[in-house]
């Protein structure tokens, strides 16, 4: 089984290759390389959409979490899927009619350089951590899967080359077409492997009388399952991938369109994914939570294991990549290209290719750091929420001065730093004292405003 396994995997990698290669020629322009000369149709809007969510804590750490909360886990999801359907409906007011390529257009749209660049930092360092996540997660997938015939460094090592490097080659429009089979692959090896273990196993029907596994909120209680997707809906709804990817379309319409379209995709592969999860804790009661979904492989036929084993790796992919280019439109466009004053399409092109790869490496190397991926997600992701909510404060109070947007931001990092260094961390999430001192601040830059519309 090594055997057929170690094959599937390198035939899967040249399908990729091939077709980063193939696209090269699609992305001989910096508009290209970066958001696809904004050609994109629905289609490859929607498998980039769902790509970026069914990710390695989507569907691996979601039957993690189904092995132990049961499906009251999925609000950890909720979240996300919610942020998408609002991002949507808030694309006009997002992209502002403007040649948008990151974040930074959205809030130097209302505030000054100053909290604009702070706020892409904030939003660059998330991205980058993210795509560390997903090269770790390729660690574990390979080395558990394979059974050690790629070693957990080795996986990533491994997932890291592959992605980066289809990336480097053809860009963004490479990042579309390996979503694209990404996606397919993934849907198709998660719903054959899930189908297969529903029908012949019958945990599902035995782990009903398993107390909390089929509540709404389970053994999480409404406090915490209402927090999961709290920060989760904060991470996603302005998130820069999507940004990216919706900057990426033809027309805003066919972005609004491929949001939600690949929104309603990663649904039901995340919901098989959680029911995966019950069925490992009724087959393998005392395993590590971690290896509930990969160790199911061990009970399904041969045809069946070479498409869930690609299922479980692929995302880890899908979801980097956009994150991967992502991070390099905001480096490149933010910051790379303004300070050495790049005006030369072709010198911007080859500064991108060499930022993707940049970041691919350093993301790596921040890989054998990890300890914990979704607290550490959680925790990172509190910055993104802090620039919704100097987002959203922007967009509905008019006047609102960039002094108060910046304080939010620089309160935030300080509050997440006193956190750590005093071990708060460990009794509430950051996110709640970040939460409450943002609404202060922006409160009181409301009140101003409103002050001086009155005057005025």
Avoid at 322 to 333: E, H, N, R, S
Wanted: net charge positive; aromatic share 12%.
């Amino acid at each position: 089984m090594k055997g057929l396994y170690l094959f599937a995997i390198a035939g899967y990698i040249c399908i990729l290759w091939l077709t980063g290669m193939y696209v090269t020629r699609k992305s001989r322009s910096a508009d290209a390389y970066l958001i696809a000369s904004r050609g994109l149709s629905v289609p490859f809007i929607a498998v980039l959409i769902a790509g970026t969510w069914i990710g390695g804590v989507s569907i691996v750490g979601m039957a993690q979490g189904s092995f132990i909360h049961g499906l009251s886990a999925l609000w950890f999801q909720a979240g996300i899927w919610i942020a998408m359907f609002v991002t949507a409906f808030l694309l006009p007011r997002v992209l502002g009619g403007k040649k948008t390529y990151s974040i930074l257009d959205v809030v130097g749209g209302l505030y000054d350089t100053k909290t604009t660049r702070l706020a892409g930092i904030l939003q660059l360092a998330f991205s980058i951590w993210i795509v560390t996540m997903q090269i770790v997660g390729g660690g574990a997938i390979l080395s558990v899967l394979t059974k050690g015939a790629i070693s957990y460094n080795g996986g990533m090592v491994l997932t890291t080359v592959v992605f980066t490097l289809y990336n480097v080659m053809g860009g963004f429009v490479a990042t579309a077409y390996t979503n694209l089979i990404h996606i397919c692959a993934i849907v198709f090896g998660i719903f054959l492997g899930g189908f297969y273990l529903i029908f012949s196993t019958g945990g599902l029907q035995a782990m009903a009388g398993g107390g909390h596994y089929y509540t709404a909120f389970g053994d999480l209680g409404v406090s915490q399952a209402l927090s999961w997707a709290f920060i989760n809906f904060t991470l996603g709804v302005l998130a820069q991938p999507v940004i990216n990817t919706a900057s990426s379309a033809r027309t805003l319409q066919e972005g609004k369109k491929g949001i939600v379209i690949g929104n309603i995709i990663a649904i039901p592969v995340v919901i098989m994914a959680a029911l995966c999860g019950i069925i490992a804790k009724y087959r393998f009661p005392g395993i590590g939570s971690l290896a509930a979904l990969p160790s199911l492989i061990s009970i399904v036929p041969p045809f069946v294991a070479v498409f869930f084993l690609i299922s479980m790796w692929a995302p880890l992919m899908s979801s980097g990549s956009p994150f991967l280019m992502g991070a390099t439109t905001l480096a490149v466009k933010g910051y790379i290209a303004p300070f050495f004053r790049m005006e030369n399409d072709r010198k911007i092109l080859l500064v991108s290719r060499f930022t993707t790869l940049a970041i691919g490496g350093l993301s790596l190397v921040l890989g054998f750091f990890v300890r914990e991926i979704l607290r550490e997600v959680t925790w990172l992701a509190v910055f993104l929420s802090a620039i919704v909510y100097i987002v959203f404060a922007g967009w509905f109070a008019r006047g609102m001065k960039s002094s108060y947007a910046f304080a939010s931001l620089l309160g935030t990092i300080i509050i997440m730093g006193l956190s750590f260094l005093l071990g708060m961390h460990r009794i509430i999430h950051p996110l709640w004292p970040v939460t409450v001192y943002v609404a202060l601040v922006m409160g009181a830059g409301f009140v101003a405003a409103r002050r001086s519309n009155t005057r005025a």
